[in-house]
């Protein structure tokens, strides 16, 4: 099956009514009402060889990144993340005591620099690969999470900082696994140490300036028609428009890779994906500015169902392959 079809497979069994679920899910994160205010909750994992090798990541690496691609989730939604809670399937092999150090210690790293509390986990042994799922709570906006019902027409679409580079970081690291790690720090960085532009997504959400908001973690090739699948709206990106990095135009000039696929299919980047009314965009740059953040417009929101985005490959350059969990 694919990641879609299991999705929608879930979403029959989902909401029986019994508690105040505010969200539905294909948001970044549910939104759960409860006594007092609301709560923001999400979940990913990073499983051995599907998401990492450990011939390339560090436990402390490893352990940043597990935190990271959650808090993400709760930024796209323009909230604040408060809370983890770590499940780590260990093997054998690795359950040595400076390994599971080190993976703490990048988890404690990153939730200082989130300012988040681990509250507790669980811990189970596994027979073949290393998996680190956390489960991340936040709150919203006093303004409200930003939801992906509410793209318009019309609207603008933003992303932030470049794309692609953790792809070529990916890249970087597939060939030459950690010996790689001393050179072309910016993809490798990006790749092994996201750091999502949270506190942005909440401030856009704070001044009510966007009308959704997704982080990229798969790619603006799927990302984007993900965003849209609550909606019977489309878009068109300008690829050309998308912003890159001289790390990823050098990198794909070596190698005869068109660089606009990498920006396009690649994934991890966890900037964000934004839609707006074109009259905020001011506001939105004045605050990217605030926030030493640059925001490229990509394209716009179109009536009509599905993503315009024609791939011209530069002559004599090939194009990377979008990434998907369950195959083609």
Known sequence: MKEAEIIKMLMTRAYSG??????????????????????????????????FKLNWISPRQLGFKSVAVNVSDIGAMGGLPTAVLITLALPERLNQTLFVTELFDGIEEACRQWSVEII????????????????????????????????????????????????????????????????????????????????????????????????????IFVDLPRMLEATNLGARIDVRHL?????????????????YSVAYYGGEDYELLICAAPEQHDAIQRLADRHKLFITRIGSIRKDPGVDCAIQLTPGTQAVKPFHHFGS
Not at 150 to 157: L, M, N, T, V
Not at 177 to 192: E, K, N, S, Y
Not at 243 to 259: A, H, K, Q, T, W
Request: glycine share 12%; hydrophobic share 40%; with cysteine.
């Open 18 to 51: 019994c508690h105040p679920i505010s969200s539905q899910i294909g948001d970044d994160a549910a939104l759960i009402g409860i006594e007092g205010g609301q709560l923001l909750a999400t979940c990913d994992a990073l499983v051995e060889n599907v998401h």
């Open 120 to 219: 507790g986990g669980d811990t189970v042994r596994s027979p073949v690969s290393l998996m680190v799922n956390i489960s991340c709570l936040g709150t919203p906006s006093l303004k409200g999470p930003v939801s992906r019902t509410a793209i318009r027409q019309g609207d603008a679409i933003y992303v932030t900082g470049t794309v692609g580079d953790a792809h070529i970081g990916w890249m970087m690291l597939e060939e030459a696994g950690a010996a790689r790690q001393g050179t072309a720090a910016g993809p490798i960085r990006r790749q092994l140490l996201p750091t999502p532009p949270v506190s942005f997504a909440h401030s856009l959400a704070e001044n009510q300036l966007v009308s959704a908001m997704t982080d990229l973690s798969d790619g």
């Open 243 to 259: 912003p890159l990095s001289p790390d990823v135009i050098e990198f794909c000039g070596e190698r005869r890779i068109d660089p």
